[in-house]
Each structure stands twice: as structure tokens, then as C-alpha cells.
């Protein structure tokens, strides 16, 4: 018996609000029909094979990719290894191959969709193919969004890597419909914070290798923690310039909260830019410089400006 689908073909690195409007075009395909949805997206991304040496930065691992795939309603999520024999078919090979593996019903992309070696199959050629290959072709317009800039942009996983590198994660947050986040589990740091009064929690490095890391600065956000607890905090990108740092390191001082983290991974949603890093003259300034942190992002949560689930904030860089 064959069993049909509705399915969508990506690399839906971070998921964002585009992604999200092509796979909830599809869900309600597949609803219509009585079917399924499934997602097939490449793992890793095919840079790694096709330009090692400028592999971008993830913005969510597998792990966290596949997660919000089937949050936004996918059935069944299939990871694509991007061989060199995949990448080196040809865009018409590439989707008879799709078909006789999942017998779509129909195959929903968005308009910059592209297919095949050296990326030649687009749109127009997948509702070509979809006529010969008895299947409908469905192409979902980009979404746009507002900037805190006013510019009016186009949400990509490109746009949303620029944002985060230069520390715009209230406006990252615009593209990705929810805060850029990090996950990783907390080792020992220097213990500085604690000696001053703010413990922090340091990620490993290792955790977060590869993956999209906000520009150095001081930010707004919160940390969740095993069980779903979740703290406002006040997050710390950068080198410890006050201490002549040589590595750069992560750390979170979590509001009202005093208690061993050490060992336990923990997940930083980054919400909202408040100040750069920057040396001060001496432990004393420093010091008061982080409890003001800590004041502004108390006001920002008990005014309600952001929280878990809250696309936007206030007192974003805008470069």
C-alpha cells in the first residue's frame, strides 16, 4: 500500500518565522488531506561539504532544529546527510529520488527554494517536475518584519547571523518569532563574580562550539533550567576585559537565585542588548556597574517587556 505525504525539503536552520510559515502551509495541507507531514532537512548543513572553510555558525543544533520542526507540526522529521554523490545530482535526479521515497501529494517551499548540483533547480522547475511527476507544487511567499530600526527586512537565517554577531538580539528575536538561545552546562570559572557579591554561571565552551554566539556585550534575557524553572538574568559575552581576560567566556547572574548549577545544563535566551563590554578602573567600579545591570534588567522583567516567550524587547542595538 502506498502511503502518501505532504512534504518539505531545507536546511530550517533556527526555524525562523519564514521557515515557520512554510511548514504551517503544510500542516494544513497534510490536515486537509489525512496525511502526514514530513520534513526532510540536510544534517549538517551542506557547507560543510561544498566550503569547509566557511561553514556558517548554527543557529540551533540537530537536537534543537528537530524540536521546533515538530512543534511547528511536523510528523516526522528525516536528516539528509548532504553526501558529495547528493550534492552532485543533478535538480531533476534530486526530486524523482524525493518522490519515489516519500510519494508526496504535494511539496511546499518557499520562493528561493533551491535544488540539485550547484543549486540550478528552483520553483519554476519543481512545478515543472510536479506535472510529469503527478504531485502538487505549493510556493510560500517570504515574511517580512519591522526592525527596531524601522528597516523593514526579510527573515533568513543569514539576516538572523548578522543580527546575533553584532548584538541585535531584540531583533533577532523579531525573525525567529521567540529569543536566540544557547545551551550548555556550567562548569567552574574563576569565581571572581562571587568574590564581588554576583555569582554567575559559566557554559563550557565545548557546548557551544559552532554554534551562533551574540557579540560581546552585556544582555537581558533569562536561563532555564532543568524541570522548566526559568530566572531573569543578566548575561555576560566577552573577555573580562577589567581582568585582561584571554578567553572569551559566558556567563549568566541569575536573579534571585542562589544555588549550585555546577554540572547541570542550563538554556540562556538572549532577549535584549543592554551595554558593551568594557574595562573599568577598578573591582569597586566594576562592580557597580553590574549591580546597575542588574537593575535594569529587574525593571525590564517587572515591567512586563520580556520574558520566555516574548518576540521582541526594548533597548536593542541598532548599529
Known amino acids: 500500500m502506498v502511503v502518501h505525504s505532504v512534504v518539505t525539503v531545507g536546511n530550517f536552520d533556527g526555524v525562523h518565522i519564514g521557515h515557520r510559515a512554510i511548514l504551517l502551509r503544510a500542516r494544513h495541507l497534510a490536515d486537509q488531506h489525512n496525511t502526514t507531514l514530513k520534513v526532510i532537512t540536510f544534517e549538517p548543513h551542506p557547507a560543510t561539504v561544498l566550503r569547509p572553510d566557511a561553514v556558517p555558525p548554527r543557529i540551533s543544533d540537530a537536537e534543537h532544529k528537530k524540536r521546533l520542526l515538530v512543534d511547528c507540526g511536523a510528523s516526522q522529521v528525516d536528516l539528509l546527510e548532504p553526501t558529495s554523490e547528493l550534492l552532485a545530482r543533478q535538480p531533476t535526479q534530486f526530486i524523482e529520488q524525493l518522490v519515489d521515497d516519500y510519494q508526496p501529494i504535494a511539496i511546499v517551499e518557499g520562493v528561493n527554494f533551491r535544488f540539485g548540483k550547484g543549486r540550478a533547480g528552483d520553483v519554476q522547475l519543481l512545478e515543472s517536475l510536479s506535472k510529469r511527476l503527478n504531485f502538487t507544487s505549493v510556493v510560500v511567499d517570504p515574511v517580512d518584519v519591522v526592525l527596531n530600526d524601522m ?27 521567540r529569543a536566540h538561545t544557547l545551551t550548555g552546562h556550567v562548569i567552574t570559572g574563576d569565581k571572581r563574580g562571587r568574590d564581588i557579591g554576583v555569582p554567575t554561571a559559566n557554559l563550557d565552551p565545548q557546548d557551544y562550539n559552532g554554534l551562533l554566539v551574540p557579540a560581546d556585550g552585556v544582555y537581558g534575557g533569562f536561563v532555564c533550567l532543568p524541570e522548566a524553572r526559568t530566572y531573569p538574568a543578566a548575561i555576560s559575552i566577552g573577555l573580562k576585559p577589567t581582568f585582561a581576560g584571554q578567553s572569551r567566556c559566558i556567563e549568566a547572574h541569575l536573579l534571585d537565585f542562589d544555588a549550585d548549577l555546577y554540572g547541570q545544563s542550563i538554556i540562556l535566551h538572549f532577549t535584549c542588548w543592554l551595554r558593551d563590554q568594557r574595562p573599568f578602573f577598578n573591582v569597586d567600579a566594576l562592580r557597580r556597574q553590574l549591580e546597575r545591570d542588574i537593575v535594569d534588567t529587574r525593571r525590564l522583567v517587572y515591567q512586563g517587556q520580556f520574558g520566555p516567550q516574548s518576540p521582541t524587547a526594548p533597548l536593542s542595538k541598532t548599529n
Do not use: K, N
Not at 151 to 163: E, G, H, P
Not at 166 to 172: K, L
Open 151 to 177: 528597516l523593514v527586512a526579510t527573515a533568513s537565517s543569514s539576516l538572523i547571523r548578522w543580527l546575533v554577531e553584532h548584538g541585535r538580539v531584540a531583533d533577532a528575536a523579531c525573525c525567529l518569532g
